[in-house]
């Protein structure tokens, strides 16, 4: 694991953080009002509760960045390869994961709809990000 890798690490962790703020914090802040205090938590007491959800930013930033530098492809395009990482991280994570909640929790089909959008969207967006900072193929 080289400087890069470390760098990346980083600046996705940021970057998953500042793009989850932007759809769970403030596009989707109005959905969740109704649920806080019975599915959400309050935000009081959710703020007790936040080193998880560093830890998780924290994963998803170092985990992209190692599982896409399994698989550089030095042939192809850095845009194609980050599009192609992004929906495959989105189907790997983000539809499943709300698919799941959806069964089991009694959360509104409009919220789960633009959950699986907007949370695609951001894995797609990271996975160009992890691209355009890993530009080189995996042996040089």
Same mark, same amino acid.
């Given at each position: ?7 990346? &690490?980083?600046? $996705? @962790? ?10 769970? !914090?403030? #596009?989707?802040? +109005? ?12 935000p ?16 998803? &930033?170092?985990? $992209? @960045?190692?599982?896409y ?7 192809? !395009?850095? #845009?194609?390869? +980050?599009l ?57």
């Amino acid at each position: 694991m080289d400087k890069r890798f470390w760098i990346s &690490g980083v600046v $996705m @962790t940021i970057a998953t953080m500042l793009l989850g703020w932007v759809v769970h !914090g403030f #596009l989707l802040a +109005g959905e969740y009002i109704p649920l806080t205090g019975t599915i959400m938590r309050t935000p009081e007491e959710s703020g007790q509760y936040m080193y998880w959800m560093l830890l998780a930013d924290v994963c998803i &930033g170092f985990a $992209m @960045t190692w599982i896409y530098r399994q698989g550089i492809d030095s042939g192809k !395009g850095m #845009l194609g390869q +980050g599009l192609r990482f992004g929906v495959a991280v989105a189907l790997l994570t983000v539809i499943p994961q709300f698919l799941i909640y959806y069964t089991v929790q009694r959360l509104p089909a409009s919220l789960v709809h633009k959950q699986l959008i907007f949370d695609s969207l951001r894995m797609i967006v990271l996975g160009v990000l992890v691209a355009y900072l890993n530009p080189r193929s995996r042996t040089s």
